[in-house]
């Protein structure tokens, strides 16, 4: 699944969360977070605390990967910075 907004994160912990016939308050438990977060996670809440999100995804088992784009050798600063990548004039 591709996650675009946290929205899509809370959608995969709920359906997760019910296919093991959890509650809110179970897993809150289970990932050592309080039951607030849980809900707020769940919702989509932009601001829910990293560190936070990341246990309970752990606990759940959720695995996550990134795809790193790479910029093409042959980009211009301004391609580079799109990229974030650093770059000198001097190279």
Same mark, same amino acid.
Do not use: H
């Given at each position: !699944?591709? *996650? ?7 959608k995969?912990?709920?359906? *997760?969360? /019910?296919?093991?016939?959890m ?25 829910? !605390?990293?560190? /936070?999100?990341?246990?309970? *995804? $752990?606990?759940l088992?959720?695995? !996550? ?7 093409p050798?042959?980009?211009?600063p301004? *391609?580079?910075?799109?990229? $974030? ?7």
């Open positions: !699944m591709i *996650i675009k907004e946290s929205k899509d994160i809370g995969i912990i709920r359906q *997760i969360r /019910k296919s093991r016939n509650t809110q308050a179970e897993l809150a438990v289970l990932c050592k977070v309080g039951v607030r977060f849980i809900g707020e996670l769940e919702y989509g809440k932009q601001t829910a !605390m990293l560190g /936070k999100t990341l246990q309970v *995804i $752990n606990k088992g959720i695995t !996550m990967q990134f795809i790193i784009p790479q910029a050798k042959d980009s211009t301004a *391609i580079l910075a799109a990229y $974030n990548v650093p770059w000198s004039v001097n190279k």
